[in-house]
């Protein structure tokens, strides 16, 4: 899914150990025509047999380069999501790489409506939550990397996930499942501030280079250690390594939005609303099929209620909960706008 040309990685012999995402293939690459990908897994007749004694991938034939593809989307696509990240460190990749990866990405979603249907329904909804909501945040002083990234938003009609992510260069997707769920314009701007955290922090690329390594991330595009495949093959699809949390990033990304929202007309302590909602339906121990996911990939709910609580507290801020009638809450606004119109 995800097309990685070989010129798109970087030559570690220099002192900018870091890749050129914008580059041109000179020798074509990883690039593979889509028909060769069938979904956001992986065909069994596109992975090799494994039970003989050669136990890796024909890294010369098809299956090589849709493995590949799927992998570097499907980690990109988990590791930005509202609960994962990684935890600091190194980046292998510049500004500049995370706008080309994302634009990359982004393409790919477009492209496969059957994972990720794009919202079709009425364009007021995307239009009133990018002009009311998502950009009073990027105008805050705090976002530094407006200008730079692309920041976008995008909305997915998927009504039974409660979630919502961003990629690499600011792409931000929510899901129309989340938009049902919250009932205030507070709230929803809690989790986009959140998601452009995610971005201005470059979590998503920190935890690639952290999870990989950069010998083994350069290794794996180039095809030179196909064990190294087989194995992350093996943990995408049974979800054992890439759904790993960082509470760190999670809690910076918690901290971030309350930085963002302090300059809105949005109260503050947003991010906190959606946890708080789930807590008193009780979903957070639920093992429901709509939350079940969500849960299994972040971090304590109640725990980053009692976060955000202490932050507002310190700073002077009221604490208040997601049930609030305060005017900086937009309740009303919320239903009229977003929840009666969503189709």
Not at 158 to 175: I, S
Not at 219 to 245: C, D, H, K, R
Request: aromatic share 10%; charged share 25%.
């Amino acid at each position: 899914m995800l097309s990685v040309e070989r010129s798109e990685i970087p030559d570690l012999s220099g002192e900018t150990a870091r890749p050129d995402l914008s580059g041109k293939s000179r020798n074509a690459g990883l690039n593979v025509e889509r028909s060769e990908i069938p979904t956001f897994g992986v065909e069994r007749s596109e992975i090799p047999d494994l039970s003989g004694e050669t136990a890796h991938p024909d890294l010369l034939g098809k299956s090589r380069y849709a493995v590949k593809r799927v992998i570097l989307f499907s980690l990109i696509i988990v590791a930005f999501s509202f609960s994962n990240c990684s935890e600091g460190g190194i980046n292998l990749f510049s500004d500049q790489d995370e706008v080309n990866l994302g634009a990359q990405v982004d393409s790919e979603i477009r492209s496969n409506p059957a994972e990720f249907p794009i919202y079709s329904g009425d364009p007021y909804v995307r239009n009133y939550i990018s002009s009311n909501i998502f950009i009073p945040i990027l105008n805050s002083s705090e976002v530094k990397k407006r200008g730079i990234y692309n920041y976008n938003l995008e909305l997915i009609k998927n009504d039974t996930t409660l979630n919502a992510f961003a990629t690499p260069g600011g792409y931000v997707y929510v899901y129309t499942g989340l938009l049902k769920y919250l009932d205030t314009e507070a709230a929803l701007a809690g989790v986009v501030g959140h998601e452009i955290a995610h971005a201005e922090r470059r979590h998503a690329t920190q935890r690639i280079t952290a999870y990989y390594g950069i010998s083994i991330l350069v290794s794996l595009i180039l095809g030179e250690n196909p064990s190294q495949l087989v194995e992350l093959v093996a943990n995408l699809f049974t979800g054992l390594a890439f759904l790993a949390n960082s509470r760190a990033n999670e809690d910076e990304s918690d901290d971030y939005s309350i930085r963002y929202l302090k300059s809105t007309k949005y109260y503050p302590g947003g991010v906190k609303f959606f946890f708080e909602k789930m807590r008193d339906d009780g979903l957070v121990s639920s093992k429901s099929s709509q939350i079940l996911t969500f849960l299994s990939t972040h971090p304590d709910p109640v725990e980053r209620i009692k976060s955000a609580d202490g932050r507002l507290t310190s700073q002077g801020i009221k604490v208040i909960t997601w049930t609030s009638n305060d005017p900086d809450v937009f309740r009303g606004s919320y239903t009229t706008n977003i929840k009666n119109r969503l189709r």
